[in-house]
């Protein structure tokens, strides 16, 4: 069994954690808040900011799951450029030489806005500052040799806002098609244990479930699916959606051997907004 460092042990950090732990994986989880981590993941405490992070000698492998305080590019580059050039240094000096390294981006990075089929193949080029600095800290932990995975839209249990805002009467519907890409926290810890264990991973994946959609689409869904009004037409500030509207493809993913929990928004929904029904609320 391996030995495993979750860098940033967030959401999807910890979801991956305790399923890899309950594989038999001995896994450590580096966070920079106080607080003890779900057992059995070993809690390590330390802000990547402040230096070189202590680490244990042996690491068979590291997942960097890092994120951003803010939006700003000040942030993002201190997470992913920073942040993760003091992970290294702290494998350094531990001695540690994992086998594996998985670095945790974003679809973001991509800024087509036209509906486009986007694959590993097509052009990055951030819509920002702050999605540059990422797309520069992919490009760093690709020269340690780490295997980059763009998530879209990450949503699961206490992340189900949207089911929220539609209950709500806050969404809004798009005026024009806008393709959306997402994934299921569980897929996303999924995907993680898969790459992990593939023998001979590729340096770039896309993180996404088969159903990119229209975001008029799933709003009218969820709406039909809680059995309330459809949402009006007009311009909804989301700051948890990736900018511009694309179609991203999981095929390399898919080809990879990786099977989806939940292949479409539909299957991912479903039991959020039966909770929602239930009264136990959506979280973000």
């Not at 809690?43 to 230096?51: A, E, I, K, P, R």
């Not at 929990?261 to 907004?273: D, F, I, Q, T, W």
Request: charged residues 20%; glycine residues 14%.
């Amino acid at each position: 069994m391996q030995r495993i460092l979750v860098c940033g042990c967030g959401y999807v950090g910890t979801a991956f954690g305790l399923r890899a732990s309950a594989l038999g994986h001995s896994v450590f989880g580096l966070r920079r808040t106080p607080g003890p981590l779900p057992a059995p993941i070993e809690t390590l405490t330390w802000d990547l900011q402040s230096g070189p992070p202590p680490l244990p000698a042996h690491l068979d492998a590291v997942v960097y799951a890092t994120g951003p305080g803010s939006a700003a590019e000040a942030a993002y580059r201190a997470a992913y450029v920073g942040g993760f050039e003091q992970l290294v240094r702290g494998l350094g000096r531990a001695g540690a030489r994992p086998a594996r390294l998985l670095f945790v981006s974003s679809t973001g990075v991509f800024s087509q806005a036209d509906g486009a089929w986007i694959d590993e193949s097509s052009p990055a080029v951030p819509a920002s500052a702050a999605l540059a600095a990422l797309l520069e800290g992919e490009r760093r932990a690709q020269g340690e040799g780490a295997t980059v995975l763009r998530f879209g839209g990450i949503y699961g249990p206490g992340r189900a806002g949207l089911v929220e805002r539609v209950r709500a009467g806050a969404a809004r519907l798009p005026p024009t098609p806008t393709y959306t890409n997402r994934i299921h926290r569980d897929d996303c810890a999924g995907v993680l244990l898969h790459l992990m264990t593939l023998p001979a991973p590729e340096r770039l994946y896309l993180g996404v479930d088969r159903a990119p959609a229209d975001q008029r689409e799933v709003l009218s869904w969820i709406a039909d699916q809680l059995g309330c009004a459809v949402p009006a037409v007009g311009e909804a500030a989301d700051p948890h959606r990736a900018p511009g509207s694309k179609r991203c493809s999981s095929d390399r993913l898919l080809g990879s051997g990786y099977t989806f929990s939940y292949p479409s928004y539909r299957e991912g929904y479903a039991p959020l907004v039966a909770d929602a029904l239930a009264g136990q609320g959506a979280g973000r």
